[in-house]
């Protein structure tokens, strides 16, 4: 597929994720402030201002208005306790999650380099940098926040911690197009019922080609 295709459906598939995620913001937005609800937490009634401030931008640099606290700031600590590479495994946010980070990260990078000669292409590497890169940028953004930090926000890192550890499990690129390189007679060997027999009398069965 050339470069020029891939892009186009790039586009595609970002118009599409605009629109069906879209069109609610825009009915807000466009719809008249005196007639509508208020947009709860925001600081001027506007959806936008909510979404890429108090919960947008602004709970990375805990500059939040109309927040209950900031936060650590740096390697400080504020109210959401202390930011730093280190956050996700102190006292208070180690027995989250974090116990299964090690080993995700560990086998992620080592499937990576075992699958280091597949192709651009290949869906096995694409997967791995797919879960693993969601993974890593949730698990810096948590480190770093400065504003709002709960808990329980910890749960984003679950649906990408188990598959990045059972990326572990595929093979290298030369395992793989070993596997898929099977001489004619051991794939016939390998279908059900092929040179087995289903008494002491009858005939082996027959496979064909």
Not at 9 to 15: D, N, P, R, S
Request: net charge positive; proline share 6%; charged share 10%.
């Amino acid at each position: 597929m050339s470069v020029k295709k891939r892009f186009a459906q790039l586009g595609l598939a970002t118009g599409a994720l605009v629109v069906a995620a879209g069109w609610w913001v825009a009915l807000v937005e466009l719809w008249p402030a005196s007639s509508r609800p208020y947009i709860g937490g925001s600081q001027n009634n506007s959806f936008l201002e909510l979404t890429f401030g108090y919960n947008g931008f602004g709970r990375l640099s805990g500059d939040e208005t109309g927040s209950v606290g900031g936060g650590g700031g740096g390697t400080g600590t504020g109210m959401w306790g202390a930011t730093g590479w280190n956050r996700m495994f102190n006292d208070e946010i180690g027995s989250q999650i974090s116990w299964l980070l090690p080993a995700a990260l560990i086998l992620l990078v080592a499937s990576l380099v075992a699958t280091r000669k597949l192709g651009r292409t290949s869906v096995r590497r694409s997967s791995m940098l797919v879960w693993g890169g969601s993974l890593v940028t949730t698990l810096v953004v948590f480190s770093y926040m400065a504003g709002i930090f709960h808990q329980y926000y910890t749960i984003a890192l679950a649906p990408t911690s188990p598959p990045s550890s059972a990326s572990a499990r595929v093979p290298s690129g030369r395992s793989a197009a070993r596997s898929g390189r099977r001489s004619p007679s051991r794939r016939r060997q390998s279908r059900p019922g092929c040179g087995a027999t289903s008494s002491s009398t009858a005939p082996p069965t027959t496979c064909p080609g």
